[in-house]
């Protein structure tokens, strides 16, 4: 329920407004119409025999993946209340699953010779330092909090993370510019004397220069909205109110809103020119050979897999330090 959450930050929207009933009947309804696109478009093009009646199997076909939309969003739901990683456990698994696999399968399917895997491992190596060193940096904010001893002062700070949005746009970048392709097709099924939606269907396939350019803007565009999702400063700021502390010279309330929110903004440049040199630009080896082009998406996938880990590793981390107190008695 990322996208909800970027959704609902627009004011103008006010999709946020509400009981959480309310707010919970939104985010279904807009997870019904991605899945309903998205699982029509993928009906219409699985092969059906003829003795079938095809529109009764595309009808089950695009119930089916409904229901396994669903699914996903209830077992993600019980493993943030009963277990780690919340949502992206299953991301995380699916592609540990699929990632060697891939990698084995572009490697003898572009015959990459042995000195080339090995100088592609040392890049891989230097890559995933560079990672973690970008992913664990933190710009701290010293906080005040009235009442809190002096000793404890150099304890007390706001963190903001180099990149802050994480792994999240790579994890969103394929679904949302896959959209438009899906309703090109359904457009063509409608209307299917139109040449107008398959010439651009065929222009925005993937691996194509349009699809290739649009998936790199987006990836910026997404590295600094999912930064606001990550932070934003009028929560941050309604909880520091509320909770007694403040920045040393800002004022609280909206004035340390728009403290946080330059700070986040400034950091999600950064993080937006980090992920697209990083994952954005291997995608123009596409333009080359389109057969690169799983090969150019593992950077990408190799940074969502390190941002989940590292996610879980805090999580796991928190839930030690309860084990770390001993009782007074």
């Known amino acids: 329920m990322i996208l909800w959450q970027m959704f609902s930050l627009s004011k103008r929207l006010n999709l946020a407004s509400g009981s959480a009933e309310i707010q919970d009947r939104r985010k279904m309804s807009l997870t019904l119409i991605i899945a309903l696109i998205q699982s029509l478009a993928l009906a219409v093009n699985l ?17 089916l993946l409904i229901a396994g939309t669903f699914f996903l ?96 746009p790579f994890m969103y970048v394929m679904s949302l510019i896959s959209l438009p392709t899906y309703l090109f ?31 790199i803007a987006t990836l910026f565009i997404f590295s600094i909205a999912f930064a606001f999702v990550n932070i934003s400063g009028e929560r941050v700021a309604e909880r520091m109110k509320n909770s007694g502390e403040y920045i040393y010279g800002v004022y609280p309330g909206e004035a340390t809103s728009n403290f946080i929110n330059n700070l986040v903004f400034r950091f999600a ?42 996610n879980i590793k805090d999580e796991i981390k928190a839930l030690k330090l309860n084990e770390t107190y001993k009782p007074l008695i």
Do not use: C
Not at 51 to 58: A, D, E, I, P, Q
Not at 271 to 289: E, K, S, T
Not at 292 to 301: A, D, E, K
């Open 47 to 63: 092969p059906i025999k003829d003795n079938y009646n095809s529109f009764l199997v595309l009808i089950l076909n695009t119930l």
């Open 73 to 168: 969003i209830w077992l993600s739901d019980i493993n943030s209340t009963m277990g780690i990683g919340g949502y992206l456990a299953i991301l995380l698994t699916s592609m540990v699953l699929y990632l060697p696999q891939d990698i084995m399968e572009s490697i003898q399917k572009l015959g990459i010779s042995m000195w080339i895997i090995t100088l592609l491992g040392i890049m891989g190596i230097v890559f995933a330092y560079l990672i973690a060193i970008f992913y664990r940096a933190r710009y701290r904010i010293p906080v005040n909090k009235i009442g809190l001893q002096s000793r404890f002062k150099r304890y007390s700070y706001f963190e903001i993370m180099l990149n802050p949005a994480g792994g999240m």
């Open 185 to 215: 097709l359904l457009l063509q099924l409608v209307d299917p004397g139109n040449s107008v939606y398959q010439h651009i269907s065929s222009q925005y396939a993937t691996g194509k220069p349009l699809w290739i350019y649009t998936y």
């Open 269 to 310: 440049i950064v993080g937006g020119i980090f992920n697209v040199l990083f994952a954005g630009l291997p995608m123009l080896f596409v333009l080359v050979d389109e057969q690169l082009l799983r090969v150019s998406m593992i950077p990408g996938l190799f940074m969502i897999l390190s941002g989940m880990i590292f």
